[in-house]
């Protein structure tokens, strides 16, 4: 647990250092081309993941917004053999955008009812 914490952490950070957060093409280009690896999938790897990534985000010296958490953790869990996706929504009033991953179209770590919420506009 405590290396896949360590992996959140640089994962955040590396997406601070790319300046991921403001330049959302060249995020997006890193996310959609991040490779699934081909390794036996452990049946708790999702739940532990999500459980590194958001010990991560405590631990982080800044405040880890909802693109930065989704990205790291789409790419934490292809590093593990999840065919995860990142999506990113909207809602029109009040306007809000939100990213979130997704295994197998089920949203993780995030409420369940996400998609009543926010209108998909992206999938990587």
Known sequence: MKLITLKALLGLLI?????????F???????????VRSLPIDANIVHQICDAVNYACVWYPKRVLC?????????????CGVAA???????DLPFKAHAWTE??????????????????????
């Open 15 to 23: 997406f601070d250092l790319r300046g991921f957060s403001r330049n």
């Open 25 to 35: 093409s060249k995020m997006h280009d890193v996310v959609s081309h991040w490779p």
């Open 67 to 79: 693109l930065q958490r989704s990205a790291v953790t789409t790419c934490l869990l292809r590093d």
């Open 85 to 91: 996706k990142m999506v990113m929504g909207a809602q």
């Open 103 to 124: 295994v197998d179209g089920q949203p993780i770590n995030e409420r369940r009812d996400i998609r009543k919420v926010y209108s998909e506009l992206e999938r990587c």
